[in-house]
C-alpha cells in the first residue's frame, strides 16, 4: 500500500458551521486549472487588507486574493487564480480598486465584479512592495534592485522612478498626507522621498538594526520602525520626523515583521512569526498579547476601518481579533506539551499547572513570571490541586501522586497506590483528606496526615477522569469513563448515589460553592446539573456544541457562572438558566482544563497547545478565524475504501468524499504538530503519523483521537530534526507498521500488541520514505544513498540500488503485483524490477534535460500508470503509461513546489498537495 507522506497545515473548516454547504462546495471549483476537479484550502495567507470603506476585505495567498464580504465573510471573488503567489495588496481609498504585486508586475482590480482595471509590467525585477497614496492617485512599486517606481494610475504610465537604494526595496509607505513617502530594505538604511518632485528628502541612519516593516502615524508626523537584531529579538522604535528623537519598546518578541497602527493612532500593532501585541501609542506600554503558537513565517497585521477589529494573518489562517474584548490578561509560557490542568491558589495569587512534558510550574498571578517548576520525571502531570491552606500541591502523575511543599525544604512525597496513570486529585476543605481517580478504574481517599489509604472505592469499570470532595467535606464524587458518577461519604466509603445520564464518558464534575450542586460534563456533548441530595437531574445544557471536547467545567465563586472547556476556547453559562452567555477564544489547540480565582475576576485556561492563558472573566474575547487556508501541504492519501480523504500540514484534516455527486464534506481536524507521514490501515479504522518525534502516533480514523503512541526511534535530542519520522506504511494485511526516521533506523511494529518485531538500521544514511509491497514480502525505502529492500519475515536486507542521486527524493511506490519498484529521480522516474535487481525503465516528461527532482510517485491501482510530481517552477504533475512509458498528460495549477501526490481507489482520481497551501483533485477518467 502506498505510504504518503504529510505536512499537515489544516483547514479549520468554520465554513462547514457558518457556510451553506451547496456554497461551500462551489467554492471548491472556483477558477479550477484545466482537468482539476476540486480544491481543498486556499493557499498559504501572505498578507490581508481591509477596504476603507470596511464592507470587504482581501486575503493574499499562494493560489490568488480572495475578497470576502466584512459582515458574512462570505467569499465574492478568486482574483488570479493559480497564477502566481500574490505578495503584496492595498485597496484604494474610494475602496473601488484592489492592487497587488504579483512577481514582476502590479494588476489593479475592479472589486465590484472582479475585472482587471490596469496591469503596470517590470520586464525584469520582481515587485516586492507596493503602496498607495492617500489620495488613490499613486502608486508605489518597489522592486528588487532597488528602484522604486511611481506610477500615474489615472494615465496608466510610469511618473518618475526613484533610485539612491542599493539593494532591493522591501517597504514603502505614503506619509498620511500623502506628501512623503518612506522606503526601506533589510538592513537599512530608511530613505524619505517627496513624492511631488521625486527627491529624497533625508536619509535615516540612526536605527541600525533589521527593517522588517514602516508605518506612517494617520495624524502626527511620526514613522514607526520594526525588526530585529542580530541574535533576531524583535526592536521596534517609534520616531519623530519633526524632531528625530525616537522612543524604543520593549517587545520581547522573536523578529518583528508587520507593524500597523490604528486609524485613530491610538493603538500600535506589532505582528511577529508566534505573537501579536497591542500598545499604547501614547503612553508605549502594551496593552494585549496574542499567542498563537508555532508558525513558520511572519505574522501580518491589519485594522479595520473603525479600529475595533485587528486582522492577523498567519500561513495557514486568519484570525480576526476583537480589540474591544481582548481581555486575555497574560498567555503563561514554559511547559513543552499540552498542559492538562491548573489551579489557583486560595490567596488567588499563584497559579498551579500540570502538563503532558512532566512538570508542574507555578506562576505569578500578576506578573506571569514561573515561580518555580517540579518535574516528576515520569512522562506526565495529569492533575494539580492546591491544599487549602495553600502550602502543598498535589500532581495526579503516571501511578504516582506527588505531594509538593512549595514553602519548605522538605522533599515531595510520593504516594503510590494507584497502577495507572492518576487523572484527579481533589483536597477536602480541611486539607486532611486527599481523593484521587486513576486509569486503574478506583478511586482512592487518602489520609494525608499518615500517607495512608483509607478506602478504595472500585464501582467505576474504566477509567476515573474526575473526582471532587464537596465545600462541606462529606460528599466525594467521581466520574468515569464507563459514563457514571458515583457519590461517596468521604467520612465512611459508603455510596450514596449512582448517577445515570451522560451518553459517553465523564470528563468533569465540579461541585457549586454551597455543595447542594454538581456539575458534569461529558464526551456527548451536555452538561448535566443534580442535586445532590436526591441524585437527580436539575438541568441540562451545553448542547449545541460538537462533542469534540467538552473537557473540563468550573462554578465561579458566587456560583452563578460555570466556565465550560471545549475546542480552542472556553465558554460561559448562567448556572440558573443554562445559557450560554459569553465566549473566549484564543488558545491554537484544545482547552484540557479551566478554573476560576478565588475573587472570581480570573479564569485560567490550560491547553493542548502547551500555554495557560488568564482572561477577565467578565467580557467575552470573540475572534473569527477563516477556515479554507492550508498551510504547506507535504502529503495526501486516500483511504483504502475511497470513501475518505487526509491532507495537511502542522495539522490535518480528513474529508469525506462523495464521488458520485462530486461532493467534499470535513469529518474533522487534528492538530496534531508537524506531521511530515500518514498511512491509513488497510481496514480503513486508524491512521498512522509520523512527524518531528522519535515515535508513530495512531488515531481512530473516524473520530481523530489518539489510540497510542509507538516509542522505539532514537529518543536522544526528542526535537532535534534527525530523530523526525518520516516515512509510515501498513502491510497489506494491517498486521504490522513500518516506520522509517531521519536517524536511519527502520521498525517494524506488531500493530495488535504494539510491540516492535524488528529493528533495522541503515549505516550512515537516512531513511526518507518507505512502502510495503502488496504481497507483504518486502519493505522498500529510500534515503540519501540509495534504494533498499528488505524481507519482512527476516528484517534482512534483500537488495540495494546505489545511486548516489537519490537525493530529496520522497517517492518511492510499488506496483500492485509487487515485481516493480518506481523511485523518483532528477528529471525522471526510474522503474526496477524487484526479482533481478535490474531497472527496466525510464520514465521523462517531453524535456528530459530540465532539471527538476521527483519529489513523489505514485502507481495507480490497477498498475498501468505513474503519477509523479517534480520540485521545479513548473510545478507540474505529471501522468505516465507504464506499458509504452510515454507521458499521457500533464496537470498545472499549482503555484509552489508539489510534494506528494495519491490515486483514489477506484482509479478515477489523482490528489497533488503542494507548498502553495492547497490539495488538487484531478479527474483521470479520460486516460483509462
Not at 526516521?741 to 504494539?754: H, P
Not at 517531453?846 to 520540485?871: N, Q, R
Request: aromatic share 10%.
Amino acid at each position: 500500500m502506498k505510504s504518503s507522506y504529510i505536512f499537515l497545515f489544516m483547514l479549520l473548516f468554520i465554513f462547514s458551521l457558518c457556510v451553506p454547504n451547496a456554497y461551500a462546495q462551489e467554492v471548491l471549483q472556483w477558477n479550477l486549472p484545466d482537468g482539476a476537479k476540486a480544491r481543498f484550502g486556499k493557499g498559504n495567507i501572505k498578507n490581508v487588507a481591509f477596504s476603507p470603506d470596511g464592507n470587504t476585505y482581501a486575503v493574499a495567498t499562494g493560489i490568488g486574493i480572495w475578497l470576502y464580504d466584512a459582515q458574512t465573510h462570505q467569499e465574492r471573488y478568486l482574483l488570479g487564480a493559480h497564477k502566481t503567489i500574490i505578495r503584496k495588496i492595498s485597496f484604494s481609498p474610494d475602496s473601488s480598486t484592489l492592487a497587488a504585486s504579483l512577481q514582476r508586475e502590479v494588476v489593479l482590480w475592479n472589486i465590484t465584479d472582479g475585472t482587471q482595471k490596469a496591469v503596470f509590467k517590470n520586464e525584469k525585477e520582481y515587485v516586492d512592495s507596493i503602496a498607495l497614496s492617500p489620495d488613490g492617485t499613486i502608486l508605489a512599486s518597489a522592486i528588487t534592485d532597488g528602484k522604486i517606481i511611481l506610477w500615474d494610475i489615472g494615465k496608466a504610465k510610469q511618473k518618475r522612478v526613484l533610485t539612491g537604494h542599493t539593494e532591493g526595496v522591501s517597504s514603502v509607505v505614503f506619509s498620511s498626507d500623502g506628501k512623503t513617502l518612506a522606503s526601506c530594505n533589510y538592513s537599512g538604511p530608511i530613505h524619505l522621498w517627496d513624492v511631488e518632485t521625486g527627491k529624497q528628502k533625508d536619509v535615516l541612519t540612526q536605527y541600525t538594526e533589521k527593517i522588517g516593516d514602516l508605518a506612517f502615524h494617520p495624524t502626527k508626523n511620526i514613522l514607526v520602525i520594526a525588526g530585529w537584531n542580530e541574535d533576531s529579538n524583535g526592536i521596534v522604535w517609534i520616531m519623530d520626523l519633526d524632531t528625530t528623537l525616537m522612543d524604543s519598546l520593549e517587545v520581547q518578541t522573536e523578529a518583528v515583521t508587520n507593524v500597523a497602527i490604528s486609524p485613530d493612532g491610538e493603538t500600535l500593532a506589532l505582528g511577529s512569526r508566534n505573537v501579536v501585541q497591542l500598545w499604547d501609542v501614547n503612553t508605549r506600554k502594551r496593552i494585549a498579547e496574542r499567542r498563537l503558537g508555532f508558525r513558520r513565517y511572519g505574522t501580518s497585521v491589519t485594522f479595520n476601518p473603525e479600529g475595533s477589529i485587528l486582522a492577523i494573518a498567519t500561513n495557514n489562517e486568519l484570525i480576526f481579533w476583537d480589540i474591544a474584548g481582548a481581555n486575555a490578561k497574560a498567555t503563561l509560557k514554559g511547559h513543552e506539551n499540552r498542559v492538562n490542568s491548573v489551579a489557583f491558589s486560595p490567596d488567588g495569587r499563584t497559579l498551579a499547572s500540570g502538563s503532558h512534558d512532566g512538570a508542574a510550574h507555578l506562576w505569578d498571578v500578576d506578573t506571569g513570571l514561573n515561580k518555580m517548576t517540579f518535574d516528576t520525571n515520569t512522562g506526565s502531570v495529569n492533575s494539580v490541586a492546591f491544599s487549602p491552606d495553600g502550602s502543598t500541591v498535589a500532581c495526579g502523575s503516571v501511578g504516582l501522586i506527588f505531594l509538593w511543599y512549595f514553602d519548605s525544604a522538605v522533599s515531595p512525597i510520593a504516594l503510590t497506590g494507584h497502577t495507572g496513570t492518576v487523572f484527579s486529585v481533589a483536597f477536602s476543605p480541611d486539607g486532611r483528606t486527599l481523593a484521587s481517580g486513576g486509569e486503574d478504574g478506583s478511586v482512592i481517599v487518602w489520609d494525608l496526615t499518615t500517607g495512608k489509604h483509607k478506602f478504595v472505592l472500585k464501582e467505576h469499570t474504566n477509567h476515573v477522569k474526575s473526582v471532587a470532595i464537596s465545600p462541606d467535606g462529606v460528599v466525594l464524587a467521581s466520574g468515569g469513563r464507563d459514563g457514571l458518577i458515583f457519590l461517596w461519604d468521604v467520612r465512611t466509603g459508603l455510596q450514596l448515589s449512582k448517577l445515570k445520564g451522560h451518553a459517553r464518558d465523564i470528563t468533569s464534575i465540579v461541585f457549586s460553592p454551597d455543595g447542594k450542586t454538581l456539575a458534569s460534563g461529558s464526551g456527548d456533548g451536555n452538561v448535566l446539573l443534580w442535586d445532590v441530595s436526591t441524585g437527580k437531574e436539575k438541568l441540562a445544557f451545553g448542547g449545541e456544541l460538537d462533542t469534540i471536547g467538552l473537557s473540563s467545567l468550573a462554578f465561579s465563586p458566587d456560583g452563578r457562572k460555570i466556565a465550560l472547556g471545549h475546542w480552542k476556547g472556553w465558554h460561559l453559562y448562567d448556572a440558573a438558566t443554562g445559557n450560554h452567555t459569553a465566549t473566549f477564544i484564543g488558545h491554537t489547540s484544545h482547552v484540557n482544563c479551566v478554573v476560576f480565582s478565588p475573587d472570581g475576576e480570573t479564569v485560567a485556561s490550560g491547553s493542548h497547545d502547551s500555554t495557560v492563558r488568564l482572561w477577565n472573566s467578565s467580557g467575552g474575547q470573540h475572534s473569527t478565524q477563516l477556515s479554507g487556508h492550508i498551510g504547506d501541504v507535504w502529503s495526501v492519501a486516500f483511504s483504502p475504501d475511497g470513501k475518505t480523504f487526509a491532507h495537511g500540514g502542522d495539522k490535518w484534516i480528513v474529508y469525506e468524499l462523495d464521488a458520485l455527486n462530486n461532493n467534499y464534506r470535513s469529518m474533522y481536524h487534528n492538530t496534531f504538530p508537524n506531521p511530515l507521514s500518514i498511512a491509513f490501515s488497510p481496514d480503513g479504522r486508524t491512521i498512522a503519523i509520523g512527524g518531528f518525534h522519535p515515535r508513530v502516533f495512531l488515531f481512530d480514523a473516524m473520530t481523530g483521537e489518539e489510540k497510542t503512541q509507538l516509542k522505539g526511534h532514537s529518543v536522544e535530542g526528542e526535537g532535534s530534526s534527525i530523530n523526525c519520522v518520516e516515512g509510515v506504511a501498513f502491510s497489506p494485511d494491517g498486521s504490522m507498521l513500518a516506520s522509517g526516521c531521519r536517524n536511519g533506523t527502520m521498525i517494524l511494529w506488531d500493530v495488535a500488541s504494539e510491540q516492535q518485531e524488528a529493528t533495522i538500521t541503515v549505516d550512515k544514511d537516512r531513511i526518507e520514505s518507505l512502502d510495503f509491497s502488496p504481497d507483504g514480502k518486502t519493505v522498500g525505502s529510500v534515503g540519501g544513498k540509495g534504494i533498499y529492500l528488505w524481507r519482512v519475515d527476516t528484517a534482512a536486507e534483500n537488495a540495494k540500488f546505489m545511486e548516489q542521486k537519490y537525493w530529496r527524493t520522497k517517492g518511492i511506490s510499488f506496483s500492485p503485483d509487487s515485481s516493480t519498484i518506481a523511485v523518483g529521480f532528477e528529471k525522471e522516474v526510474h522503474l526496477w524490477d524487484v526479482a533481478t535487481v535490474q531497472q527496466k525503465a525510464t520514465l521523462t516528461g517531453p524535456k528530459p534535460d530540465e532539471w527538476g527532482i521527483i519529489l513523489d510517485v505514485a502507481f495507480s491501482p490497477d498498475g498501468s500508470k505513474i503519477a509523479g510530481v517534480k520540485g521545479t517552477e513548473d510545478f507540474e504533475v505529471y501522468l505516465w503509461d507504464v506499458a509504452t512509458g510515454i507521458q499521457k498528460a500533464k496537470f498545472k495549477g499549482h503555484t509552489a513546489q508539489i510534494n506528494s501526490v495519491a490515486f483514489s481507489t477506484d482509479g478515477s482520481t489523482l490528489a497533488s498537495g503542494s507548498l502553495d497551501g492547497t490539495v488538487l483533485l484531478w479527474d483521470i477518467e479520460q486516460f483509462k
